[in-house]
Structure formats: C-alpha cells, structure tokens
C-alpha cells in the first residue's frame, strides 16, 4: 500500500496542512498511519477521500453536511453534482457576457449608457459583506469581535502581530526566502499567536486568514492593513512550517 506523508498530501492538492489537521481533528478523515516520530501518512483511498471533500467544498456544502454524506455518497454522484454546477456557472457567465456584448453595441451606437442597463451586470456580483457573511457563521463573527486585536484598542496584542508584519517586510527587501531559518521562526511566532488569537480554533483562524487574503473582512472590524506580499509570505512560511513539524 501506498503512502503519502502530510507535506506531500498538501503540495499534490494543494491544501495546507492546517487544514488536513483540522479534518483529523472532527473525524472527516483521519491519516492511515502515525509513525512514531507523530508524522501522518495517507493511504491512496484516504486521498481520494480528502479529494470528495474538496470537491463538494466547492458545491459550497458545509463541512457539517459533508460529514454526513461522505459515506452515502459515490464519486459518480459527486462527480455528476460538480458537473451540474459547472454547467450552471458556465450558463451564468455566458449570459453575462451576452449582456456585456450588448451594452458594449449600445454604447457604440449611442456613445453612452444608462445607469439602469448595468443593474443586471452589478446584480451578478456579490456585494463585500455579502461575501464575508457567507464565509463566516454569525456565532464566528461574534468571536472574532471579541477576540480579533483592532487597531483603536488591544495595544499589546496588535504590537505582537504588528512586530510580525514588520519582520516579514525586513525578510522581503533583503529577498530572505519563506523557508529560510529567519522565514521559519516568523512562522514559529504566527502559529503561536493565532493561537491565542483565536482560542485555539484552527478551523476559524484559516477561514479568517483565507478571509484577509481575499480581500473579504467587514467594516465592522477595524484591522490593521496588510499588503499582499506580506499575506504570501505569511502563507508561504506556514505552509513550510506545517510540512516540516
């Protein structure tokens, strides 16, 4: 039997190692072996496994309702589930682009457009609380009121995620790669502040972070800003870190 380690699972599908703890954790799925030494390893069927779960992930189930279909559930349904919402992504974008190939004719013929032509273009994207409050749970947004430093207030906490932020700025202009020995001991620190930032919720702390990459946070809660280069680096460290410990 094959078997493939945590890193090795995380790079091939490209799912940090964060995440494949957090599914050992509430018994999604579990790695086929632990050596002694505590690495994990993942036999070919529990990959295919972690595969389904992404998969339906991306029908936008929770992982609640996936627990519950995993095993009632045959790839070909999975696979004709996808296919289904594909199709009808696809029928989406390609109603858009015919409504774009007209406006752009009638912009042309008149040399200007009416307000109201663009209301069923601007009705097909999402407005961004409607995108944050679709990732997080109104008992989650609750918890990251309460537990989140912001910049009017918390001083000591956001000094400690500030401190990391500058490090991280000092590692980029002298080009100091993310899996360096300095890259490393930055995301020593991250992965023990978040820690106490988030109560130890793994799960709420990646869907935050996967949150500020995007771009996805509410006005509501006044962070600190952070450039995108800084988010890279942070993931990229994280995702060595995990690999290697």
Not at 19 to 24: K, V
Not at 105 to 117: C, F, N, P, R, Y
Not at 198 to 212: I, M, N, S, T, Y
Request: glycine share 2%.
């Amino acid at each position: 039997m094959s078997l493939f380690s945590t890193g090795e699972v995380s790079k091939r599908l490209e799912i940090s190692v964060r995440t494949l703890r957090y599914y050992d954790q509430i018994g999604l799925v579990h790695p086929s072996e632990r050596a002694e030494n505590g690495k994990r390893y993942y036999s070919e069927e529990a990959i295919l496994t972690i595969e389904k779960i992404t998969i339906l992930k991306q029908l936008s189930l929770s992982l609640e309702d996936i627990h519950k279909l995993l095993d009632q559930i045959s790839m070909k349904e999975i696979l004709s589930l996808n296919k289904q919402f594909l199709e009808t992504k696809k029928e989406e974008i390609d109603n858009s682009i015919s409504k774009s190939n007209t406006l752009l004719h009638v912009l042309d013929l008149e040399g200007k457009i009416s307000w109201e032509h663009l209301i069923p273009l601007i009705k097909q994207y999402p407005t961004p609380s409607d995108t944050y409050e679709d990732i997080f749970t109104q008992e989650e947004e609750e918890v990251l009121q309460r537990t989140l430093p912001k910049m009017e207030e918390d001083e000591d906490h956001i000094t400690k995620w500030i401190n990391i932020i500058k490090r991280i700025e000092k590692c980029l202009e002298k080009n100091i790669d993310p899996s360096s020995d300095e890259g490393q001991i930055i995301a020593s620190d991250i992965i023990l502040l978040s820690k106490e930032t988030f109560g130890g919720d793994e799960r709420l702390a990646e869907k935050f972070f996967d949150a500020r990459k995007s771009n996805k946070q509410p006005n509501s809660i006044n962070l600190y800003p952070v450039k995108e280069e800084v988010m890279a680096f942070m993931e990229e460290a994280i995702k060595k870190y995990e690999e290697d410990n």
